[in-house]
């Protein structure tokens, strides 16, 4: 069964730091295109960060304070979250495209969720003082 979990969400203050893990199991990871999202309360998702291939891709909200990576030995993603922001409260998803041959990857941080087939259920981030 093809699995992502995500783990390492919690409180942080303002300014400080997170490191979203995101965790495949059932496939892969490393061939697959893999996209961070989150959805704040009240607010609809959005795209934070994607990886494919070498490439890396984030929103203008979180450029310079996000790093995604992969880890291939652990089957793993990475969303490093430095200088925090309250606004940065949300909960976390990450998502798995397929590579269907022939097909490019899509990884545009406003369009990939329409790519996207494999969902985690999410880890909490919560930017307080």
Do not use: H
């Amino acid at each position: 069964q093809l699995q992502l979990v995500e783990s390492g969400g919690g409180l942080v203050q303002p300014g400080g730091s997170l490191r979203l893990s995101c965790a495949a199991s059932g496939f892969t990871l490393n061939y697959y295109t893999i996209g961070w999202f989150r959805q704040a309360p009240g607010k609809e998702r959005e795209g934070v960060s994607c990886i494919s291939d070498g490439s890396t891709y984030y929103a203008d909200s979180v450029k310079g304070r996000f790093t995604i990576s992969r880890d291939n030995a652990k089957n793993t993603v990475y969303l490093q979250m430095n200088n925090l922001k309250p606004e940065d409260t949300a909960v976390y998803y990450c998502a798995a495209q397929p590579p269907y041959v022939g097909v490019p990857a899509l990884c545009s941080v406003t369009d990939m969720a329409y790519a996207m087939e494999y969902w985690g259920k999410g880890a909490l981030v919560t930017v307080s003082s």
